[in-house]
């Protein structure tokens, strides 16, 4: 087993660079299994990784993409069967790679050696920016591609909001300001009838959750993925719905659940039929009160609406479903790309007809952007900088 244990130990070390939790206990396991089961196809031997590597149903596709991956790169276990059992039948070409197989190749290519760099020159680096600083403010429009990998590796990183509302229900405990008669009663049997200790509790808190209406047209095409990622980062650990409007309303909320982040968007695409197509906002909120906002605005809710608000149709109907929305939610935080640009004016008519119906104006064109909404989201009062009336007024004068 001395070369095959060598690879299944490199294998297990790939699966937990691209996120897998494999430790040194699976990699003992996974040997002693391939040990006992054998290797009588390739079908098998992937069968048997798969029971000991896998713990969850959602780290299947990296699992099979990592199992594609390295092993095809060196024939190994093509070679393995066809001096253990030369008469195993020929192998099927694999399937395309699943989502996932970027971050894959990465993690495979970090175990490659690297190559002796160039000596390095110094130089005065004094009175310039670093590269992270000059990302967080830089314009996701204008990012390259790696730097836009670079922005949602950053977001994975941003501190989740940590607000939290009453709720009618309550918890124990010693110093509330509440008699709990139940629990009481109950402390009481269990001595005997002896009262001796009063039990009492306090109301119950609970992260409020997050309602997003995203608009993917073409116009807001540039920031919806980024955006997107950052829901999904915010999914992990908060209660989110999402939802997708071009021309219609889509929900998405289940796509995003996936943990693994290509596979999630992968879903969004697929269920998403008008992707950067034209914009129906009214239409499309409309929609929503109708359909879904008794189902998720409970509990008291606080809804992001991302979209640069050029609605050209319908603008009486915008204003009385922004009305509506406004008055279901706990809070309407409107995102708006637009706002990255210095002179700024809310002088088209969609725009004047959202903005009395939300309690914060906000950009959301960079990291930085952002981090300060994953702020504000912690927050319960409305910073002076976010709020609308002030764009109301610079319009009006």
């Not at 079908?43 to 390295?70: C, G, N, P, Y």
Request: with cysteine; charged share 25%.
């Amino acid at each position: 087993m001395g070369k095959l244990a060598e690879n299944i130990a490199h294998f297990a070390r790939l699966l937990r660079d691209a996120g897998l939790p494999v430790g040194p206990g699976h990699m003992l396991d996974a040997v002693r299994a391939v040990e006992v089961a054998g290797v009588a196809s390739r079908e098998d031997f992937r069968a048997t990784l798969h029971a000991i590597f896998v713990s969850k149903h959602e780290q299947s596709v990296i699992f099979h993409a990592a199992f594609d991956l390295f092993w095809k790169k060196r024939g190994f276990v093509e070679k393995l069967i066809a001096m253990m059992s030369p008469m195993a039948e020929p192998q099927k070409q694999s399937a395309k790679p699943a989502p996932g197989a970027t971050r894959l190749s990465e993690a495979l290519a970090g175990k490659r050696p690297k190559r002796e760099a160039p000596p390095e020159i110094e130089q005065d680096m004094r009175l310039t920016m670093s590269g992270d600083e000059v990302l967080q403010k830089k314009d996701f429009a204008q990012m390259s591609v790696e730097e836009l990998q670079r922005a949602e590796q950053a977001i994975v990183r941003l501190r989740v909001p940590q607000d939290e509302i009453r709720i009618r229900r309550f918890r124990p405990d010693p110093r509330g300001s509440r008699i709990d008669p139940r629990a009481t009663l109950r402390l009481a049997l269990s001595r005997g009838g002896d009262m001796f200790q009063i039990a009492r509790r306090e109301p119950a808190m609970r992260p409020p959750p997050i309602v997003a209406l995203c608009d993917i047209s073409g116009s807001m095409s540039e920031y919806s993925r980024v955006f997107l990622h950052f829901l999904h980062h915010l999914t992990k650990k908060r209660r989110v719905e999402t939802f997708l409007f071009g021309t219609r309303l889509t929900n998405v909320t289940r796509a995003l659940r996936n943990r693994d982040i290509d596979a999630a968007l992968a879903q969004v695409s697929n269920a998403v039929p008008d992707w950067s197509g034209g914009t129906r906002i009214g239409t499309s909120l409309h929609a929503f009160n109708r359909q879904w906002s008794r189902r998720v605005l409970g509990q008291g809710a606080t809804v992001l609406l991302f979209t640069d608000g050029l609605e050209r149709e319908g603008v009486e109907q915008l204003s009385f479903e922004m009305d509506r929305l406004h008055r279901s939610c706990r809070r309407l935080i409107w995102l708006n790309p637009l706002l990255r640009y210095d002179r700024f004016e809310a002088k088209a008519s969609g725009i004047r007809a959202m903005l009395p119906h939300v309690d914060e104006f906000r950009s959301v064109h960079q990291l930085a952007s952002l981090r300060d909404l994953a702020q504000a989201l912690s927050q319960p009062t409305i910073k002076t900088n976010a709020d609308p009336r002030i764009w109301l007024n610079r319009a009006s004068a």
